[in-house]
């Protein structure tokens, strides 16, 4: 299986992801060069998806049998336009037979918009046509975490149960679940935290632990 991730920038040639890379795709200019920016976000995405397991180098991704199609939708001034996600779509979906592209990864929020990203029906258009393609798309928006925590988790619940998930695995997360998603998926969910646990729990772990000057670090599994 292969996830499409659409992000700021890669290096597709990192020791820990080159060999789980397939077809990288600049989305702005039409080009394979997806390192014209910022790596760091594109890379750590990756990373969690299909870092590269038992090779001694980094991390082991929390499906490190998958791989990788990295897209890259952001401009040189930092933001991801209709035209280039609307692209992204559809080179994955041009892609999806030959890779077995199944899901699409956005790490973005949108301006101006309601909810899933209505108002913006090129955007949804192509969402539409990836689903169909058989490539997944599940919107939650970040005000939604703030003001009603148990619908987002409701909306999770849901959408996962649709798909046939078993199991919910949070690698980067980086947020409080709540009863509501624990109980849908009894037994079932794993939470990765980036350090070991009681120390560094906020959201900026491994920079804690760096910061901190530890000399051993690592990560913290509740299941």
């Known amino acids: 299986m292969t996830v499409a991730v659409l992000d700021e920038g890669f290096n597709v040639g990192h020791e820990d992801l080159a060999a789980n890379v397939v077809a990288p795709y600049n989305a702005v200019?039409?080009?394979?060069?997806?390192?014209?920016?910022?790596?760091?976000?594109?890379?750590?995405?990756?990373?969690?998806?299909?870092?590269?397991?038992?090779?001694?180098?980094?991390?082991?991704?929390?499906s490190f049998n998958a791989r990788v199609m990295p897209i890259e939708v952001l401009s040189s001034d930092g933001y991801a336009y209709t035209d280039a996600l609307v692209a992204a779509y559809d080179y994955a979906i041009a892609k999806a037979s030959a890779y077995n592209v199944r899901v699409a990864n956005l790490s973005m929020a949108a301006e101006g918009l309601e909810d899933d990203y209505q108002g913006d029906?090129?955007?949804?258009?192509?969402i539409d046509r990836a689903d169909a393609a058989g490539i997944g798309t599940i919107v939650f928006e970040p005000h939604d975490y703030e003001e009603d925590p148990e619908e987002v988790d409701r909306k999770m619940a849901?959408?996962?149960?649709?798909?046939?998930?078993?199991?919910?695995?949070?690698?980067?997360?980086?947020?409080?679940?709540?009863?509501?998603?624990?109980?849908?998926?009894?037994?079932?969910?794993?939470?990765?935290?980036?350090?070991?646990l009681p120390k560094h729990p906020g959201a900026h772990a491994i920079q804690d632990a760096f910061d901190a000057g530890d000399e051993v670090t690592g990560i913290t599994i509740h299941f």
């Open 158 to 196: 849901r959408a996962f149960e649709l798909d046939g998930i078993d199991y919910v695995i949070m690698a980067g997360y980086m947020r409080k679940v709540t009863p509501v998603l624990l109980n849908a998926f009894p037994n079932r969910v794993v939470n990765l935290h980036p350090a070991l």
């Open 121 to 126: 029906d090129a955007l949804v258009d192509a």
């Open 29 to 62: 200019d039409g080009s394979a060069d997806v390192d014209q920016y910022d790596s760091n976000h594109g890379n750590h995405v990756m990373g969690l998806i299909a870092g590269v397991a038992n090779n001694g180098k980094g991390i082991a991704g929390t």
